[in-house]
Nanobody, 126 residues
Framework: QALLVESGGGVVQPGGSLTLSCAAT????????LGWFQKAPGQEREGISC????????YYSGSVKGRLTITSDDIKDTVFLHMKSLKPDDTGVYYC???????????????????WGQGTQVTVSS
């Protein structure tokens, strides 16, 4: 059974850092785009960072560019979201997702995913 399992969420103060992990099991994620999506309180789910399969092209939404970095470990079938300079607006449930043959940008902008993880909570608060 194909699954995505997120971990690494928690409570952090403004300006702090956090790294989220997403492990893919039951399928080879190497050739598929992977991404992170934020569901902030009272808002729609939004694609914030995605990485394409193969060459690993990346996409970042405007609100996180320069503060978040997406990386992947093909050997471990894991994708990471390294977050720094966190703000209260970064609070929300973060979902990992796997796409099909979309580019990283299309996956993030249009929420094109075929498999979703269960989500991990990130709270940025003093």
């Amino acid at each position: 059974q194909a699954l995505l399992v997120e971990s690494g969420g928690g409570v952090v103060q403004p300006g702090g850092s956090l790294t989220l992990s997403c492990a893919a099991t039951g399928f080879d994620s190497t050739n598929y785009p992977l991404g992170w999506f934020q569901k902030a309180p009272g808002q729609e789910r939004e694609g914030i960072s995605c990485i394409s399969g193969g060459v690993g092209h990346t996409y970042y939404s405007g609100s996180v560019k320069g503060r978040l970095t997406i990386t992947s470990d093909d050997i471990k079938d894991t994708v990471f979201l390294h977050m720094k300079s966190l703000k209260p607006d970064d609070t929300g449930v973060y979902y990992c997702a796997a796409g099909h043959f979309e580019t990283a940008e299309r996956m993030c902008v249009f929420l094109k995913a075929k498999l979703w993880g269960q989500g991990t909570q990130v709270t940025v608060s003093s």
